[in-house]
């Protein structure tokens, strides 16, 4: 039998490419992470091009000119937001942290009242078999209970420590300056320092990455944030009007980001909660909150294909599978990262998957 070596060298060398590129994302995930403020510069960078661009069109002005009054005006609405944001939510968050063990009571009364509309007798279930269900019951509230009253007690924590705030703060702001400013600057260094045969293959990989990547993002921020507003002044409507709502702008922010997971929506935690408080006799918020999800919805079935300008073409099955694996290996945070590093192996190995991944390493 004779080894075609040259065919197996080729499959071998694919195999290493592809081997060198999953760990290539995944160490580039890490060090994204790690250097956090400046990932949140480019991408609000980005985010800012346009209008860098617009003004330096429109008005003439030079590049670095048009880069300080962009930053300027961004930078007053960014920090203003962000103060007001951050007293609201230390305020809220540190009210509900004290209310907890009534809310757990609450649920477990409510808990308590739904079982005993049941009538359990006919189907014989053994009493031990009940005390179990009721002791599971209480295990997952108080679980609950917990891991709200941590992820609180975190955030309090980071949003009341002046330091680190003002450290992240500062970096994050001087590095959008510098990319707004210095953007052509710093390509011009990345080509000098890097052979061209890399730079020609990264800047077209590059490019792409940051289009399709910058497009979704935008998209999705755009849509989430529209409706985290109708959500936030729909909440503090029904505030003034005296409804059972404490918390407007803890809830909206939650209800925003469970919006922003792919596949599901603003309905993952509004039907629920509308749901819950019909069973607790509150009839008119439930009504309410369903009224202002139907708002939410409407607006966003007119706005999403606007602003959306096409389908990032991935499977909703896979995009479950990537938020699951990042949640397994970062938690919640991973339910949101997984679905880009998805979109970016998807950009890598476009000609694979094309052709067909297996295929692709093994034919002749």
């Known amino acids: 039998m004779i080894i075609d070596m040259n ?42 091009e346009p209008s860098i661009r617009f003004i330096m069109k429109k008005i003439k002005l030079k590049r670095k000119t048009s880069s300080i009054i962009v930053f300027v005006v961004a930078i007053i609405l960014i920090v203003g937001l962000l103060i007001w944001a951050g007293i609201t ?11 907890l063990n009534i809310y757990f009571e609450k649920a477990y009364q409510l808990f308590e009242k739904i079982l005993s509309r049941f009538d359990f007798t006919n189907l014989q279930i053994p009493e031990n078999i009940m005390e179990a269900i009721q002791n599971s019951a209480m295990n997952f509230l108080g679980t609950l209970t917990e891991w709200i009253k941590n992820a609180l007690t975190i955030a309090i924590n980071f949003l009341t420590s002046v330091p680190t705030i003002g450290v992240y703060t500062v970096v994050t702001l001087l590095s959008l300056y510098f ?5 052509v600057y710093m390509i011009d260094q990345l080509e000098h320092h ?13 490019k792409e990455i940051v289009k399709i990547l910058s497009g979704y993002l935008k998209a999705q921020l755009t849509l989430v944030l529209i409706s985290f507003i109708i959500c936030l002044i729909g909440l503090y409507i029904f505030h003034f009007m005296g409804f059972n709502i404490e918390y407007p702008f803890l809830m909206a922010l939650l209800i925003g980001f469970v919006d922003l997971l792919p596949i599901f929506g603003s309905g993952t935690f ?18 309410a909150l369903l009224i202002l999800w139907a708002i939410m919805s409407v607006v966003r079935q007119f706005i999403e294909p606007r602003i959306v300008s096409g389908n990032i073409g991935i499977h ?49």
């Open 7 to 48: 065919y197996w060298g080729k499959v071998l060398k694919n195999i290493i490419i592809l081997a060198i590129s999953v760990v290539a994302v995944y160490l580039g995930f890490k060090l994204a992470v790690f250097y956090m403020p400046f990932l949140i510069a480019f991408i609000l960078s980005l985010i800012l």
């Open 270 to 287: 509004m039907l629920p909660w509308a749901v819950i408080t019909a069973c607790m006799g509150d009839y008119k918020l439930a009504l």
């Open 89 to 99: 939510i230390v305020s809220e968050a540190s009210d509900l942290l004290g209310s």
């Open 179 to 183: 990319i707004c400013v210095d953007k």
């Open 194 to 206: 890097l052979p061209k045969s890399w730079v020609k293959k990264i800047g077209i990989h590059l």
């Open 316 to 364: 909703p099955i896979f995009t479950l599978i990537a938020m699951y694996t990042g949640f397994k290996f970062i938690g919640v945070l991973g339910m949101i990262v997984g679905p880009i590093i998805l979109i970016i192996l998807k950009n890598i190995f476009s000609t694979f998957i094309d052709k067909g991944v297996v295929k692709s390493i093994l034919e002749r």
